[in-house]
């Protein structure tokens, strides 16, 4: 039956949500944007993410009986991705944990895989990272592209190329990178490689200066005669036979896009509170132009947050919904950044000051419009099936 | 008759100023940007070759080539650094304001309180500060500045324009962006006005001017960031071809062109309309109106068109993005534009038909 509403549970665990994100995101997000480096790995704000139980894996354990707590739905899900990136997007993403490929590793590694690799990350000794590199400086969109070439040396691979923009790469305990056994042969010629810290061959991390989302590293990296041990193969040979390998690297990308468009939605929800809050202290509610503004952002938020709940309640529903997540990414990343843009008008010169939480959000949203898909990838996507694209 | 093409003297002057801009502002940007200042050998050269006096009246020692002159300058020298053409510039749009609403002699008391130009005179309108006046001292409040000293202020309001030579505070920010000028909160607490010039006419006029000038400073950046992504789609090759012969990207890079190229023409005709003394307040009001409007999308698509490149500060086009914001929010924003553009509009029976002396 159709119903719009949330649950009681939903509702308190996005209150929890919003204690957090209050008390922690928030402030770490201004904290790093103002020193313009990412939060260092040794910072007390990640001791305190495993005490509150954060940074764990969801992998059931070896025997498939640890409680990973409760499942939750895709919606559910977007909605806490949504109240997380109201307070800060870029310090959800510094977070620690398998992040990215975890759902890589679970769907396609081995048991032993799944022991060694998210194994640790049960322990909560430390903090720990992972991460996903498939993006190269000659191939983003175009992943079929990538020149990080894989060969076979014994029993074991041999890595050669470089990675850019990888989340977390340098603090990373392994990074999951995509390479090719022949540059020539596309997609079907991809495999991904578990590439633990400290592999000799890897290294040069560089750690970028970039406009927003200051809060996470965004690192590059090179691979240079960098050897990983049969085992480090995902999946293990056998999984190979097939294409296999460039699909699961996509998957990965499938279920991430309703949720930057839910982070889009998060980050466009915070500049309209901001606006409000900056319009009411400096009496300007009763002003037209004021309250036009105001209409027009909230109304562009609202349209964007059904498009993507709608995104995943398909996937709970276990449907189709291949253009809905893209649509969703492409609406939502556009809509926060025209809502932001417009929250800043709202504020006039203050917002010029670059100390103001609008001036960041509008800085921080630009890269949802770019990751896990470009908005014209995202149309390609939709085209594709509404009228028949070609690739 | 209607001619678009400049004379040998400004061109000659824009050849120049594309030059400088190219060799002596694109590559030290960033540097600027740290340092939040231009280096000084870039000023010391920079006071040889003149530029900033192009629109001085010829009695005060500058160029008089006008207000047209002047938007085309400015955008030469934004399209390299924005940031750059500002800190180079002594007088902003404060000295045509003083000559606005109080003639050469009023203009001259800027040159004056500013050693000749030696140091920064600001141009502030009231619709983006907190004023108060009292008898003949103003106490003042500006979130932000892209400044962080200067001689000397103009305040222009709906009644004219003040000058003020002592007492400016600033308070740094970070600014988000035209570091390479600086970025403060300014604060007058009861500073004393040294001179007052009520003319509501010259005021209006002043504004436009205003308005003119930094629209000016806008379209050099967004076409820095219309040209840089451009030409960075026809290098950057995916899916078998460069990226800007996917149609998607191909139409994008034309809309952008179009916008601006359309926005251009708006801001120069005002700028004439300025130097033939025709009635400019509506046309400035409404051109740079436009150019925010552009800017809106123009910043984040040249950002779009670099992908995930454009977000780092490796390539100008992130700067662009929060440039062209920054500057946008000046002058009473865009609100203040069409609600001046509009009221002169809704008084008119026939807002665009031809008009004075075949003026359009
Ligand atoms: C903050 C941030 C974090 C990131 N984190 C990670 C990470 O953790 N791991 C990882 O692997 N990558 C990461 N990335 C990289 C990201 O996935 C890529 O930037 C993205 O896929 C785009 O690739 P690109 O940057 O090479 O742009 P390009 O692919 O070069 O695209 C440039 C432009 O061309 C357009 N374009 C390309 N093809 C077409 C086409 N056929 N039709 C129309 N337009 C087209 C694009 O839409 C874009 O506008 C991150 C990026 C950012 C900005």
Redesign the pocket.
């Known amino acids: 039956m159709i119903d719009y509403r949330v649950s009681p549970e939903t509702q308190a665990r996005l209150a929890e949500a919003a204690e957090i994100g209050r008390k922690e995101l928030r402030p770490a997000g201004l904290e790093a944007d103002g020193r313009g480096a990412p939060i260092p790995p040794d910072d007390a704000f990640f001791e305190r993410c495993l005490a509150r139980g954060e940074g764990g894996t969801v992998w059931a354990g070896p025997d498939g009986k640890r409680a990973t707590g409760p499942r939750r739905s895709v919606v559910e899900r977007l909605l806490l991705s949504e109240e997380l990136a109201y307070w800060d997007r870029g310090v959800i993403i510094a977070m620690p944990g398998p992040g990215?490929p975890e759902n890589n590793v679970l769907s396609m590694g081995t048991d032993e895989q799944k022991e060694r690799f998210l194994g640790p990350f049960l322990a909560r000794d430390r903090p720990r990272w992972a991460?996903?590199?498939?993006?190269e400086p000659g191939?983003?969109?175009?992943a079929a592209a990538i020149r990080t070439t894989a060969r076979k040396d014994g029993d074991g691979w041999i890595l050669n190329g470089a990675?850019c923009?990888?989340?977390g790469a340098s603090r990373s305990d392994w990074i999951l990178v995509q390479a090719t056994l022949d540059p020539t042969k596309g997609r079907g010629a991809q495999r991904a490689f578990f590439v633990e810290a400290g592999t000799p061959g890897l290294g040069g991390f560089k750690i970028e200066k970039?406009m927003g989302?200051k809060a996470y590293e965004?690192t590059s990296f090179t691979l240079d005669d960098c050897r990983v041990p049969a085992e480090n193969l995902l999946g293990g040979e056998a999984r190979y036979e097939s294409s296999a390998g460039f699909k699961t690297a996509m998957r990965t990308f499938n279920a991430g896009r309703p949720q930057i468009a839910a982070n889009a939605v998060g980050m466009a929800r915070a500049a309209l509170d901001e606006s409000i809050r900056f319009a009411r202290e400096n009496d300007l509610l009763g002003r037209d132009r004021v309250r036009d503004r105001i209409e027009a952002i909230s109304r562009k938020v609202r349209k964007a947050r059904l498009v993507c709940l709608k995104a995943g309640w398909l996937a709970d529903e276990e449907r189709p919904n291949i253009i809905e997540a893209s649509m969703s990414k492409a609406l939502a990343a556009q809509m926060a950044q025209e809502a932001t843009t417009l929250g800043l008008e709202l504020v006039g010169l203050v917002g010029a000051r670059g100390d103001h939480l609008i001036e960041k959000l509008y800085r921080d949203v630009k890269?949802m419009d770019?990751?896990?898909?470009?908005?014209?990838?995202q149309r390609?996507i939709i085209a594709r099936t509404l009228v028949g694209l070609p690739r | 008759m209607f001619d678009l093409e400049p004379d040998d003297e400004l061109a000659l002057v824009l050849e120049t100023a594309r030059r400088l801009a190219r060799d002596e502002l694109v590559p030290p940007m960033r540097t600027h940007e740290a340092e939040r200042s231009i280096s000084k050998a870039l000023s010391a050269s920079w006071d040889e070759v003149g530029l900033s006096t192009l629109d001085v009246p010829i009695e005060l020692d500058g160029a008089g080539m006008g207000c047209l002159a002047r938007v085309h300058l400015n955008e030469a020298l934004a399209e390299g650094d924005v940031g750059a053409a500002i800190a180079l510039d002594p007088y902003g749009p404060a000295l045509v304001a003083l000559l606005e609403t109080g003639g050469t002699d009023a203009a001259r008391t800027l040159v004056e309180a500013t050693d000749g130009g030696t140091r920064r005179a600001l141009y502030v309108d009231a619709r983006d500060a907190v004023v108060r006046e009292d008898g003949n001292r103003l106490t003042l409040d500006v979130a932000w500045v892209a400044a962080e000293d200067a001689a000397a202020l103009v305040l222009v309001d709906d009644a004219g324009a003040r000058l003020v030579a002592e007492g400016l505070s600033f308070d740094p920010v970070r600014g988000a962006g035209l570091r390479a000028a600086g970025g403060a909160r300014l604060r007058l607490e009861g500073a004393p006005i040294a001179h007052r010039f009520e003319n509501p006419d010259g005021a209006a006029r002043a504004r436009a001017r205003a308005r003119l000038h930094t629209a000016s400073l806008l379209l050099g950046i967004l076409s820095a960031t219309c040209s840089f992504s451009a030409d960075y789609?026809q290098e950057?090759q995916?899916?078998g071809r460069p990226?800007a012969h996917?149609q998607?990207?191909a139409f994008l890079i034309t809309d952008m062109r179009i916008a601006l190229d359309a926005a251009r023409l708006v801001v120069h005709e005002a700028a004439w309309r300025v130097d033939q003394g025709l009635p400019c307040e509506t046309e400035a009001a409404s051109a740079w109106a436009e150019c925010i409007e552009i800017a809106r999308t123009l910043g984040p698509n040249g950002v779009?068109?670099?992908?995930?490149?454009g977000?780092m500060a490796d390539y100008p086009v992130e700067k662009h993005m929060r440039e062209a914001r920054a500057l946008s929010l000046l002058h009473g924003g865009f609100d203040a534009a069409i609600e001046d553009a509009g009221r002169a509009l809704v008084a008119t029976a026939s807002p665009l038909a031809l008009g004075q002396e075949g003026a359009l």
Do not use: N, P
């Open positions: 990215l991460c996903f590199g498939m993006t191939a983003g969109s175009d990675k923009f990888i989340g970039k989302l965004s890269a770019i990751v896990e898909g470009t908005g014209q990838v390609m | 789609a950057r995916a899916f990226i996917h998607a990207l779009q068109i670099l992908g995930g490149h977000f």
